[in-house]
């Protein structure tokens, strides 16, 4: 038996017994969708009347943790998400989810520099011949970066992980504290229907998509009508925060030839078993999300939503009011890049209206915004904002060109207002 091997089995313990090294103030990296340690968390959970501020960072939990589920671990261990999605909405107002909120790629900076993570706690894939542990298909995103500064690492063994092939992808058994194992199945994104505004929205943005391009989608029903809708293209790159399966469609279609880089992936198992199958390369957000990589993709194509943009184009992404819907992220950090890039182009997509409770229609598109709303890209940076009624062309435009790009792609039945108001508040004059 090799070093490593005896090294492993010597760091083997079981969940309880691995988190039995986390100190009251100790602040804990983890991560979710489809890298989350269950049973080390749930272990950590039951430490609750043992330990003082112990902070756990995480995002878009797919697992309903206890420690999400009850204030009463509150100022024992929180929890705090970078990117507010999934059981993290659900159990919001139970008193023990805060927010952060930074551009994906300062994440690993704000992990280190100002909360201070000391602790990383995630899951991993098996040992290779060599006694790496592969990060898996999220962990990559910062996994890496924090292991870099934490002094404890416990790790989680999922033999149902696939190995994330790329750069700073794996850690070796000699620089990690405590292992467990538990193999449990990983959670999949089904993603929806793509919708008749979708549609309509992917109609007007795929030609404007050349061959050669390379490309970062989202999720959703938008980002499918758009990823399968270029099945016909050639000689596409992949070069996304998230990989999804519309890319790993248009990759075995032949679609795609050139590189495909990642910071994590979401979706479909079949999605993990071709991950696994080392056709995709990951790399941390650091990197994924620099906008000055991003920059060296001649036609980067960005492509993203949002849920509300004001008249001179402002973005709202994240908030409805002070309401938190989701995160920053990594959209800003893609627009960016998009623009830096020779024959890139950077797209917000909404649909023109949302409709209330009560029935009632409004439009997404307005002179100003709710109260509390943020503003995720500011407007300074927006290329094209896209409603399923046409696109506007926003880059270093005038503030009236902008006002009168938006008005015409808003739902026909507002633009009169929005023109009145523009008038109104000053935008331009009649």
């Known amino acids: ?244 399966d519309s890319m790993m469609y248009l990759a075995k279609r032949g679609a795609i030839s050139g590189k495909q880089v990642a910071g994590f992936a979401q979706g479909s198992q079949a999605l993990y078993d071709y991950i696994s199958e080392g056709h995709v390369e990951f790399m941390p957000l650091s990197i994924i999300n620099d906008p000055v990589e991003i920059s060296k993709n001649d036609n980067m194509i960005s492509i993203n939503t949002c849920i509300m943009a004001d008249l001179t184009g402002q973005v709202c992404s994240e908030s409805i009011g002070f309401r938190q819907y989701s995160g920053t992220g990594g959209q800003l950090d893609f627009v960016r890049g998009a623009a830096m890039s020779k024959g890139g182009k950077s797209f917000l997509c909404l649909s023109s209206t949302r409709t209330d409770k009560q029935g009632k229609r409004h439009s997404k598109i307005t002179v100003d915004f709710p109260k509390g709303a943020v503003v995720t890209t500011p407007r300074s940076d927006v290329m094209y904002i896209v409603t399923e009624y046409g696109i506007a062309d926003l880059y270093l435009r005038s503030i009236e060109d902008r006002v009168h790009a938006m008005i015409s792609i808003a739902h026909p039945d507002f633009r009169k207002e929005l023109h009145e108001q523009a008038v109104q508040n000053g935008l331009f004059r009649d």
Not at 73 to 102: C, L, M, W
Not at 160 to 167: F, I, L, V
Not at 207 to 230: E, F, K
């Open 1 to 244: 038996m090799s070093d490593w091997r005896e090294e492993y089995q010597r760091k083997l313990v079981s969940p309880d017994e691995a988190v039995r090294c986390i100190e009251s103030g100790d602040q804990v990296f983890t991560y979710a969708q489809a890298a989350m340690p269950v049973a080390l968390m749930e272990a950590l959970a039951r430490r609750k009347d043992e330990l003082r501020d112990v902070t756990v960072y995480g995002a878009n939990t797919m697992y309903p943790y206890s420690i999400l589920q009850s204030s009463d671990y509150r100022g024992k261990i929180n929890y705090a998400t970078f990117f507010f999605q999934g059981y993290e909405h659900q159990y919001f107002d139970r008193g023990n989810v805060s927010i952060i909120s930074p551009h994906f790629s300062r994440l690993a900076k704000c992990l280190s520099d100002v909360y201070h993570v000391n602790v990383l706690m995630m899951e991993v894939a098996p040992p290779d011949e060599e006694g790496y542990l592969y990060f898996g298909i999220v962990g990559t995103a910062a996994g890496w970066d924090v292991a870099q500064k934490a002094d404890k690492i416990i790790l989680q063994i999922n033999r149902k992980q696939p190995r994330a092939h790329g750069y700073h992808n794996r850690i070796h058994i000699r620089d990690v504290t405590w292992l467990t194992e538990c193999d449990q199945p990983l959670p999949e994104y089904l993603q929806p229907e793509s919708s008749e505004v979708d549609r309509k929205i992917s109609e007007l943005i795929l030609p404007m998509i050349p061959d050669g391009a390379t490309l970062q989608l989202g999720l959703g029903g938008l980002s499918n009508a758009i990823g399968y809708g270029l099945k016909d293209r050639r000689n596409l790159s992949i070069h996304t925060e998230m990989y999804s």
